[in-house]
């Protein structure tokens, strides 16, 4: 059975960092365009940076670049995300996944790991 499993999250302060890590159970991993993906309490969950299968391309929603940063280690079927500069308006839960969702197990969401920024 084919895993995403999100670590990393926690409690930290406005202006804080946190670095997230997706670990994949299968070397199928770096064939898939990867993404990390976030929903707070009460909105749909939304892509908020992408990375190529390489990892040579990325791109970010407006509302985290320049202080979130995508990358991945093939080698060790991981995705990483480095948020830095975090908001309150970061807190939400952050999974990751295949863009589109659901490409490596149909319908399949990790449990994800939260993240809460206090101001």
């Known amino acids: 059975q084919v895993q995403l499993v999100e670590s990393g999250g926690g409690l930290v302060q406005a202006g804080g960092s946190l670095r997230l890590a997706c670990a994949a159970s299968?070397?199928?991993?770096?064939?898939?365009?990867m993404a990390w993906y976030r929903q707070a309490p009460g909105n749909q969950r939304e892509l908020i940076a992408r990375?190529?299968?390489?990892?040579?391309?990325?791109n970010y929603a407006d509302s985290v670049r320049g202080r979130f940063t995508i990358s991945r280690d093939n080698a060790k079927t991981t995705l990483y995300l480095q948020m830095n500069g975090l908001k309150p308006e970061d807190t939400a839960a952050y999974y990751c996944?295949?863009?589109?969702?659901?490409?490596?197990?149909?319908?399949?969401w990790g449990q994800g790991t939260q993240v809460t920024v206090s101001s």
């Open positions: 990375i190529s299968n390489g990892g040579s391309r990325t």
């Open positions: 299968t070397r199928t991993f770096a064939i898939y365009e």
């Open positions: 996944n295949t863009v589109p969702p659901g490409l490596m197990v149909r319908n399949y």
